[in-house]
């Protein structure tokens, strides 16, 4: 497991944007590829989108895919989440994680490694 810091998350309203950022430190981040995944409260941990060690492949959750955006900045060991739109149903708490197989994964199971977690909350 590798050590991951989420940051950005916040309180806004309804059609507002937030970035989330996650730091990763001390290992070599350019080798994995990276997920966002959120959990409300009283439900399972969904995936949001992923994104492969080069930035070459991205995946997105059907209910994101025209709002939210992921990137990665290897020099920076960072990848970002930037969230348009926001709806009261985006409200989560959003982990970021990492895939040793260095793919954009969509399943839980393939990354070993999370953060914290950071808590986006919407209202309408």
């Known amino acids: 497991q590798v050590p991951l810091v989420e940051s950005g998350g916040g309180l806004v309203q309804a059609g507002e944007s937030l970035r989330l950022a996650c730091a990763a430190s001390?290992?070599?981040?350019?080798?994995?590829?990276m997920g966002w995944f959120r959990q409300a409260p009283g439900k399972e941990r969904q995936f949001v989108a992923s994104?492969?060690?080069?930035?070459?492949?991205?995946a997105y959750a059907e209910l994101v895919k025209d709002r939210f955006t992921i990137s990665r900045d290897n020099a920076q060991n960072t990848v970002y989440l930037q969230m348009n739109s926001l709806k009261p149903e985006d409200t989560a708490a959003y982990y970021c994680?990492?895939?040793?197989?260095?793919?954009?994964?969509?399943?839980?199971?393939?990354?070993?490694?999370w953060g914290q977690g950071t808590q986006v909350t919407v209202f309408s």
């Open positions: 994104i492969s060690r080069r930035s070459s492949n991205k």
């Open positions: 001390g290992w070599r981040f350019d080798l994995f590829g």
């Open positions: 994680a990492a895939a040793p197989t260095g793919g954009a994964r969509t399943r839980a199971s393939d990354y070993d490694s």
